[in-house]
């Protein structure tokens, strides 16, 4: 199979990447549904639609304006604007879905934890996606850079690059099966499940960050890795508890 992977069907080149990227929004939506079925929601079906709808317009938001920071101008024009509404970042979408789950939390007074229902969902739905992307090859930004490492592979221009895709498929699996695994706790706090899939796929990006060619940085960081330091320090309490949590553990030991 070739890389850049162009399946014909009945004679028209189709584009795998934009099927994948549905399909990963299809089978994440019912999955989530499945999830809701399965246990008892304490919040309303009508809070949880506000909550959603908040979810959208964040990660719209979050998801362009992260996209185009990736690859920012001093020219402002019409094509701007409209490279600008084309590009699109999961990791703005997450973040940009957080900041837009808080704001309709609050306009509506739910005080209970909303994410631990999304965070398995989520994470099928950015696998789908990530095999999409690996098919693509360099046509998406996630790529990695020239490699001799063992892992490099052609992805389309004659280059051994890293296959940062390939990484976040085995990355988010292993992620899958922790979570999972906290899930079936019985002391936890609501909502941890979440917190601890933003905290680890904000780390694991930040990382894999310097081994993509990013043509923006600044101070030496490129703009997603910027938005991951903002999710920590977003997440700073319950990252401390963290470390707390696991001393006393060691201590015990």
Request: charged share 15%; net charge positive.
């Amino acid at each position: 199979m070739n890389i850049p992977f162009e399946p014909f069907i009945f004679g028209i080149k189709v584009n795998i990447h934009l099927i994948l990227e549905y399909l990963a929004y299809f089978i994440a939506f019912r999955y989530y549904v499945l999830l809701r079925k399965r246990i008892r929601d304490r919040i309303s079906n009508s809070n949880r639609i506000s909550i959603i709808l908040g979810a959208i317009i964040g990660a719209l938001i979050g998801s362009r304006l992260i996209g185009f920071l990736e690859n920012p101008t001093d020219n402002i024009n019409l094509e701007i604007i409209v490279q600008l509404l084309n590009a699109k970042s999961i990791m703005g979408g997450l973040f940009g879905g957080l900041i837009g789950v808080e704001i309709a939390k609050k306009l509506i007074g739910e005080n209970h934890s909303s994410g631990d229902l999304f965070t398995f969902p989520i994470i099928v739905g950015i696998f789908i996606g990530r095999i999409g992307c690996f098919l693509s090859g360099i046509r998406e930004f996630t790529y990695g850079s020239t490699t001799n490492f063992i892992f490099g592979m052609d992805l389309g221009d004659g280059k051994l690059r890293h296959p940062i895709s390939l990484y976040e498929i085995v990355f988010l699996v292993l992620l899958f099966v922790t979570l999972y695994r906290i899930k079936n706790l019985s002391e936890r706090e609501d909502g941890l499940i979440f917190k601890l899939f933003m905290i680890s796929y904000f780390g694991f990006r930040f990382c894999i960050e310097f081994i993509k060619p990013n043509a923006f940085f600044f101070l030496g960081l490129s703009s997603i890795q910027w938005l991951c330091l903002l999710c920590w320090m977003y997440y700073i309490k319950t990252i401390k508890n963290l470390f707390k949590n696991a001393y006393k553990r060691i201590y015990i030991l």
